[in-house]
Each structure stands twice: as structure tokens, then as C-alpha cells.
């Protein structure tokens, strides 16, 4: 039987470094296994914020075409005149009365001369070169994945001129994820927003979203069909790893000044403060960028002293950290948006072995995965005691060297089975 050929267009692809490219990088390593032969479109010379070259090695054991064309990337211009269009790129925003005058200028361009984003210019010609490639090769589905959103309409476009079949992956949602509240947004800009938004979910032949939270979200502009799959775990690169000999705690990914649990840091100012042995082996591992806000309150809880960090690794080690870890840290912004955000690393936690505390905004989808998995615990930012009596159930667990966690219903979540839903919704079509 002859293969399906479906086109993926993305922006993110290895070398590219951090969540946005372990999704798609996964999906394209198992599609050959349901009949789809994936060829992935991406920018030949892009300005991806991190670096993971070790992913280029996985790409290499793939049997993947990927095609490539230039892209005009402002971020490269930018850079020459402000070290921040970088930390920008990388969605690191600084606390707004912390703001230079030289940031409010760059996200008001950003915001509103480079609508949805930086990378529009490659909508144009995307949308040519794919006409010409997709007519030659005789391909019938394109699957476009954001952000970046201008990716999705290189898919509108593509559509209006073939009338292909077209799925628009939304890794992220549009006009209300946080930082959009950062980009100093005129109201002609937010309703251009609203506008694409709207013609990329009616348009599209099938939505697929992350989180049911996103779904439920989408379903208030589109009648067009929307498919939740999360992301997921892949087998496992590193090996058992010994724990830590200390109590450890670790945050995976990004603190930035929003993600900033104070709770957590008053529980644990508290227990050092009143546990001599909890003070001797507590270690706080940041595996990612930290914000200068979160090192500030984790100093003025006096908890300095405990932090080890340790910045941008690959992610290979980060998985390391994470198995290492007596505890892993699950941090989210508080707020009503980011009920429906679901970070790609909990997927990985969840196989970790390790237990997860997570933090966040009440009703959120991460905490439904917690209970139904039994991997974790999740607690609002107002859960004080519960939150300290959970961390010292912890401890106590550690010094008896039976702090373990007993996952239940984890399959599901595996890349191969979450590529096998898909397989059978691009078939469909």
C-alpha cells in the first residue's frame, strides 16, 4: 500500500533548541509507522533563541525528506541594535516598571509593525515556493504547527490557491497566551490579531489543539472540527540515573518574573528556618533561564544559598536533572489564560520517576493530568499550608530513602500513540 505524503510546514526544527521542536520532531519519527510519509518545510537560514545540536543527530536517524527556503528574519537586524531583541525572541520579557525605554520600543515594533509576528515575511514566499513544490509532487494535505502564527497562514494561503486539505496545529493559542498582554498592542493591532485568528480557524479542515482548556477556547470562534493531542514522552535517552544526595528541587525550562510562586518560597524560608536537617540537605536546582525577579525572592526569603543555577542545557541533560532529582518543579503563571496551557515538559516528568509539585492557577488542566495519572500534586497560589505540609510528607519520605512515585494510565501519553491519533485524523480527511 502506497503511502500517504502529508506536507509539514513549521518554523521550528533541530537545530533549533527547547519545547517548540520536540512535538513535530516526535510525530515525524513516527509517521512512517502508520502508513505517512511526513516531508517537513522549514526556514534554510532561521534565528532559532537556543541551540540543541545534539537533536540533529536524532533527525539523522530518520527517513524524513526535509525541504528548505530562506527567510528574512528581523531578529538578526534587531540584534545589531539592542542585546535584548534576543531575550525578546525567546519570549523572556522584562517585569513592565523594569522596562528599558530601548524594550518598550522594541516590543511596540514587534507588537504592532510585525502582525501576528517577527516571522511574516516568510508568509509570501513560503506560500510560492510550496504552490510550485506541492503541485510537482501531487500532495493533497498540509499540516501547519505554531507558533510562530505566520506559519499558519502560509496554510490560508496555501488553501485559498489548491484547496488542500489543511490541519492547523496549535502548539500554543494566539490571542490569549501571556505575553501578547506584553507586546503593547494598539486596539487596530488586537483586532487584527482577533481577524487572522478567526480566518485560520474557520478555514482550516481540522484544528488540533494541546489542551482541552485551548479547545474549549476555540470552540467559542469555530464550528470547524478541533482534535486534542497533547504532547507526550518518547523512549528514553539517558538511563537510571542515581539521586541526588541532597533533598532536591527542580525547575526544568524558563522562570520567568510572572512564574514566580512566592508561596513555595515562603513554605521553604519557613522549613529552614525550622527544620536544622531540612536546612542541611535542601538544594534548588534552576535547569533554564531564571529571571533577575524570581533570584530576588528567592533572595529575600534568604534562599540564596540553597540555588544551584545552572542555566540552558541540552536536552538530553535536562533529562538527566530531572531523574537525578529527588523532586520535580512544575511552575505556571497565574492566571486565567494559562489554565489551558500545558508545558511539554510534564509529559517527561511524568516518566521521570520522580514526584512533581506543581504550581498554578486553580482549574487547570495540568492538575487534572497530575490526579488522573497519579504522578504529582498540584496547588494553587494560595495554598500555604497544603503546600508545606505536602513538601514536609516529602521529606520525611526522602530521609527514609522511599520518596517514590507510582504512575498509573502513563501509555497513553507516549509520542507513538499520540502519533497514531494523529495518523488516523490526517487519513480522515
Not at 534565528?47 to 540533529?56: A, G, Q, T, V
Not at 533533598?247 to 526544568?252: A, E, G, R, V
Not at 518543579?329 to 486565567?336: A, F, G, R
Amino acid at each position: 500500500m502506497q503511502k500517504k505524503r502529508v506536507l509539514i510546514v513549521t518554523y521550528y526544527w533541530p537545530p533549533a533548541g527547547g519545547p517548540g521542536v520536540q512535538r513535530w520532531l516526535k510525530f515525524v519519527k513516527y509517521l512512517p509507522e502508520f502508513n505517512i510519509e511526513p516531508i517537513v518545510y522549514c526556514p534554510e537560514n532561521p534565528s532559532y533563541p537556543l541551540l540543541d545540536e545534539s537533536l540533529l543527530d536524532e533527525v539523522s536517524t530518520y527517513s524524513v525528506k526535509v525541504i528548505k527556503h530562506p527567510i528574512r528574519e528581523p531578529y538578526k537586524l534587531a540584534k545589531q541594535v539592542s542585546k535584548k531583541t534576543k531575550t525578546i525572541s525567546k519570549g523572556v520579557i522584562s517585569e513592565g516598571k523594569k522596562q528599558s525605554l530601548v524594550e518598550r520600543l522594541l516590543l511596540y515594533v514587534r507588537g504592532n509593525f510585525f502582525i501576528p509576528d517577527a516571522r511574516k515575511n516568510w508568509i509570501k514566499p513560503s506560500t510560492s515556493f510550496l504552490t510550485k513544490y506541492i503541485n510537482k509532487e501531487n500532495i493533497d494535505t498540509v499540516i501547519t504547527t505554531g507558533p510562530p502564527h505566520s506559519v499558519h497562514l502560509i496554510g490560508l494561503q496555501l488553501k485559498k490557491e489548491l484547496n488542500l486539505k489543511w490541519i492547523a496545529d496549535f502548539r500554543d493559542p494566539w490571542t490569549t497566551i501571556g505575553y501578547h498582554k506584553q507586546l503593547k498592542l494598539t486596539k487596530r493591532s488586537k483586532s487584527k490579531h482577533k481577524a487572522l485568528e478567526k480566518a485560520v480557524l474557520n478555514s482550516a479542515n481540522h484544528v488540533i489543539v494541546t489542551s482541552w482548556g485551548t479547545k474549549k477556547e476555540f470552540e467559542q470562534i469555530t464550528k470547524q472540527p478541533i482534535t486534542v493531542i497533547t504532547n507526550g514522552f518518547d523512549e528514553e535517552v539517558v538511563g537510571p540515573q542515581a539521586l541526588d544526595h541532597s533533598f532536591s528541587i527542580s525547575h526544568i525550562g524558563s522562570l520567568l518574573f510572572e512564574r514566580n510562586p512566592e508561596v513555595l518560597w515562603r513554605v521553604l524560608s519557613d522549613l529552614v528556618k525550622e527544620n536544622r536537617e531540612f536546612e542541611e540537605k535542601l538544594q534548588l536546582n534552576f535547569v533554564g533561564f531564571t529571571n533577575e525577579n524570581v533570584l530576588q525572592s528567592l533572595n529575600n526569603n534568604n534562599l540564596s544559598h540553597y540555588i544551584n543555577n545552572i542555566g540552558y542545557v541540552s536536552h538530553k541533560k535536562s533529562i538527566v536533572y530531572q531523574k537525578k532529582s529527588q523532586i520535580v518543579l512544575l511552575i505556571e503563571i497565574n492566571s486565567e489564560e494559562t489554565k489551558a496551557i500545558i508545558p511539554g515538559k510534564l509529559f517527561e516528568y511524568l516518566i521521570s520517576q520522580r514526584p512533581i509539585l506543581a504550581i498554578g492557577p486553580k482549574d487547570s488542566d495540568v492538575a487534572s493530568i497530575l490526579k488522573e495519572t497519579n504522578t504529582g500534586n498540584y496547588f494553587n497560589y494560595s495554598d500555604y499550608d497544603a503546600l508545606k505540609k505536602q513538601i514536609t510528607q516529602h521529606f520525611e519520605a526522602y530521609k527514609k530513602n522511599c520518596l517514590v512515585v507510582n504512575g498509573v494510565g502513563l501509555e497513553k501519553y507516549h509520542r507513538k500513540s499520540l502519533t497514531k491519533s494523529l495518523a488516523t485524523l490526517i487519513v480522515s480527511l
